[in-house]
Structure formats: structure tokens, C-alpha cells
């Protein structure tokens, strides 16, 4: 009988060990579902990071596009303004010519009537 019951506790002992095998493929396949859940809620996730990269992406193309126009219109008005700018200076020399004509004209226009009266008060 010593055989029988060294089968016999060789059976029990592996009853117990595929009794502990079962618990940890149980325990397994808890852990397997929860990260599978896990997996999914993280790949939504991502589609949503992802969706939003996407429109961040795209108003920063629009940002670009409008940041160029604003520069090329920045710069035709720059080179307006400088235009400007060049034309006012000319046409402030030309006043200060012309305001100095109109004083030099005053100034004849005086000693012309002084001379005028001279002339009278000798007749």
C-alpha cells in the first residue's frame, strides 16, 4: 500500500496545486479584462488627443496664413507710410519756399509803396 498511498498524496498534492493553478488563471483573467478596459478607455483617449492635435494643427496653419497677409500688408503700408512720409517733408520744404517767397513779395511789395510815396511827395 505504500505505493497507493504515495500515489494517493502525489494526487491530492496535484488536486492542489491545479486547484491554485485554477485561482491564478481566474485572478489572470480578471487582470486581462481590467486592462483590456483599461486599453480601450487609454485608446479613446488618445483619438481624442489626437482629434485635438489635429484641430490645434490646423488653426496654427490658419494663425501662419493670417500672420502672413498681416505682414505683407504690414509691409505695403510701411512702404506707404515711408512714401508719405518723403512726400510731406517735400511738399513742407516747398511751403517754407513758397512762405518765403510771399515774405520776400511783402517786403517788395512794402519798399515798392515806400518808393512809391517818395516819389509822390518829390512831384
Known sequence: MDDCE???????????????LKKD???LKKEQTRLELLNEFLISEKLEI???TLALCQELDQLKYFMNIREKEFSKLESESLDLKYRLESLVS????????V??????????RCWNRSS???K
Open 103 to 112: 515774405h520776400k513779395a511783402e517786403s517788395n511789395l512794402i519798399q515798392s
Open 6 to 20: 504515495e500515489v494517493n498524496a502525489q494526487n491530492y498534492m496535484l488536486k492542489d496545486v491545479c486547484l491554485e
Open 25 to 27: 488563471i481566474r485572478l
Open 50 to 52: 489626437e482629434e485635438k
Open 120 to 122: 509822390e511827395a518829390l
Open 94 to 101: 516747398e511751403n517754407n519756399h513758397l512762405v518765403e517767397k
